[in-house]
T-cell receptor
Framework: NAGVTQTPKFQVLKTGQSMTLQCAQDMNHEYMSWYRQDPGMGLRLIHYSVGAGITDQGEVPNGYNVSRSTTEDFPLRLLSAAPSQTSVYFC???????????FGSGTRLTVV | GQSLEQPSEVTAVEGAIVQINCTYQTSGFYGLSWYQQHDGGAPTFLSYNALDGLEETGRFSSFLSRSDSYGYLLLQELQMKDSASYFCAVRSPGLMDSNYQLIWGAGTKLIIKP
């Protein structure tokens, strides 16, 4: 049972480049979300989804897009990378929104 | 606004007991969660309290008092591997009637000395 799988684990982008962070879960969870975590800080919600075809913005959505075409996958797209987006990104899923999240191992992104 | 307050850092000795407090101010409350995060790792779910009282899971216990808007995580028989950051999070109503949201504290770094 893989849980939540995030790829890539590390990424360096140049300012202005775009990329997609992948997230997949095999637990049949309806709820999925993306967080960013900056050094010494807590988690900030970027986007979330309560089911296939349904997405919504979180606390810090600007510069990011998401889609949820299947229950399993919830990719996060950076439209035009900026140094302020240097962070660690975590994908999380749960069977019930706001309860018992399972996190992926994270993507460490550096924008230069 | 909505906020959770927890100490930024707590230091304890190996083998001892430590308590990490969390006070919250939110518009609505369904439950309080605790997560552990080791340096360089991902958060892992520890516990969830929806009702008042103490819940025990091995060396870890979590307490909730809804009337005081307060909870704590209790770690007993501390081991060096317990050195990590601990986050409290409140499950509360979301902006839409059918949604929920999880409001996170900033985390408490637990330092354990031999």
């Amino acid at each position: 049972n893989a849980g939540v799988t995030q790829t890539p684990k590390f990424q360096v982008l140049k300012t202005g480049q775009s990329m997609t962070l992948q997230c997949a879960q095999d637990m049949n969870h309806e709820y999925m979300s993306w967080y960013r975590q900056d050094p010494g800080m807590g988690l900030r919600l970027i986007h979330y989804s309560v089911g296939a075809g349904i997405t919504d913005q979180g606390e810090v959505p600007n510069g990011y897009n998401v889609s949820r075409s299947t229950t399993e996958d919830f990719p996060l797209r950076l439209l035009s990378a900026a140094p302020s987006q240097t962070s660690v990104y975590f994908c999380a899923s749960s069977y019930k929104q706001g309860y018992g999240y399972t996190f992926g191992s994270g993507t460490r992104l550096t924008v230069v | 606004g909505q906020s959770l307050e927890q100490p930024s850092e707590v230091t304890a000795v190996e083998g001892a007991i430590v308590q990490i407090n969390c006070t919250y101010q939110t518009s609505g409350f369904y439950g309080l969660s605790w997560y552990q995060q080791h340096d360089g790792g991902a958060p892992t779910f520890l516990s969830y309290n929806a009702l008042d009282g103490l819940e025990e899971t091995g060396r870890f216990s979590s307490f909730l008092s809804r009337s005081d808007s307060y909870g704590y995580l209790l770690l007993q028989e501390l081991q060096m591997k317990d050195s990590a950051s601990y986050f409290c999070a409140v499950r509360s109503p979301g902006l839409m009637d059918s949604n929920y949201q999880l409001i996170w504290g900033a985390g408490t770094k637990l330092i354990i000395k031999p």
